[in-house]
């Protein structure tokens, strides 16, 4: 069991896009906060992220105090 996953969006062989989303087909209840990490941080990403099924977005490099947010708002 995970209580949180931070899915790179730029893998091999799928995107993290792909990805989610082939989970959420597969896996009914799936309810594991799922976030965007990309280098691709340019004005609009997050809500596309949102849009495309993660719980929040991080952009590279990550910033300690983005990360931490994150934890805390997912993790308490």
Do not use: C, Q, W
């Amino acid at each position: 069991k995970f209580d949180l996953i931070l899915m790179d969006d730029m893998m091999p062989h799928k995107t993290g896009v792909e990805t989610l989303k082939e989970i959420k087909e597969n896996i009914a209840d799936y309810k594991i906060p799922t976030i965007a990490l990309t280098a691709n941080a340019i004005s609009g990403m997050k809500e596309k992220y949102l849009n495309d099924g993660f719980d929040d977005y991080l952009a590279k490099p990550i910033e300690k105090m983005e990360l931490k947010r994150v934890l805390n708002k997912f993790l308490k």
